[in-house]
């Protein structure tokens, strides 16, 4: 049981490249979540799915978009990229607690740099 | 005014006391609370979450929840170096479906 794993773990783009974060998770969880983190700085949603083919905005979506296709794999994609978007992408996967209530399960992370 | 306010510190303690970390929440439905520590360079991990008013206990971390003034706290008894982390505050907002909205974080730091 790997959890919540995501790919590549460092990468550095040039302003106006693309790129697509992945993020897989064997948990069967429904809900998966991408955050961005900017140093010292708590975490943003950007987008989140609560299901294969269901995906909605977070607080922080500009210049992203996601898909889910399946339950397991839940890819960022990245176009145009700006030096705004430089920072450290967490992938989240929620399971419920016993007494109501979700909880989070966080990948290792992605360190974007754009110059 | 912010939904989930944290004091980001550093919040500095000697080795064996105990460390009292805060946290404040705008939205007054707000049903289920969380703290997650966050070493230097890694990923959140979940270490307590409390849903009722008054204390939960889990070894050396004790969660301390108080709806009607709307704060949450975590204290950690017996600090050690190995605390030191940023500690994470999140909420689960009435009408937010699964969402969790976080704090800023406190970077705690517990000297030898």
């Known amino acids: 049981n790997a959890g919540v794993t995501q790919t590549p773990k460092f990468r550095i783009l040039k302003i106006g490249q693309s790129m697509t974060l992945q993020c897989t998770q064997d948990m069967n969880h429904n809900y998966m979540y991408w955050y961005r983190q900017d140093p010292g700085m708590g975490l943003k949603l950007i987008y989140y799915?609560?299901?294969?083919?269901?995906?909605d905005k977070g607080e922080v979506p500009n210049g992203y978009n996601v898909s889910r296709s399946t339950t397991e794999d839940f890819p960022l994609r990245l176009e145009l990229a700006a030096p705004s978007q430089t920072s450290v992408y967490f992938c989240?996967?929620?399971?419920?607690?016993?007494?109501?209530?979700?909880?989070?399960?966080f990948g290792p992370g992605t360190r974007l740099t754009v110059l | 005014q912010k939904e989930v306010e944290q004091n980001s510190g550093p919040l500095s303690v000697p080795e064996g006391a105990i460390a009292s970390l805060n946290c404040t929440y705008s939205d007054r439905g707000s049903q289920s609370f969380f703290w997650y520590r966050q070493y230097s360079g890694k990923s959140p991990e979940l270490i307590m979450f409390?849903?009722?008013?008054g204390d939960k206990e889990d070894g050396r971390f004790t969660a301390q929840l108080n709806k009607a003034s709307q704060y949450v706290s975590l204290l950690i008894r017996d600090s050690q170096p190995s605390d030191s982390a940023t500690y994470l505050c999140a909420v689960n907002l009435h009408n937010a479906g699964n969402m969790l909205t976080f704090g800023g974080g406190t970077r705690l730091m517990v000297k030898p």
């Open positions: 409390i849903y009722s008013n």
């Open positions: 799915s609560v299901g294969a083919g269901i995906t």
């Open positions: 989240a996967s929620s399971y419920p607690l016993a007494g109501g209530g979700d909880t989070q399960y």
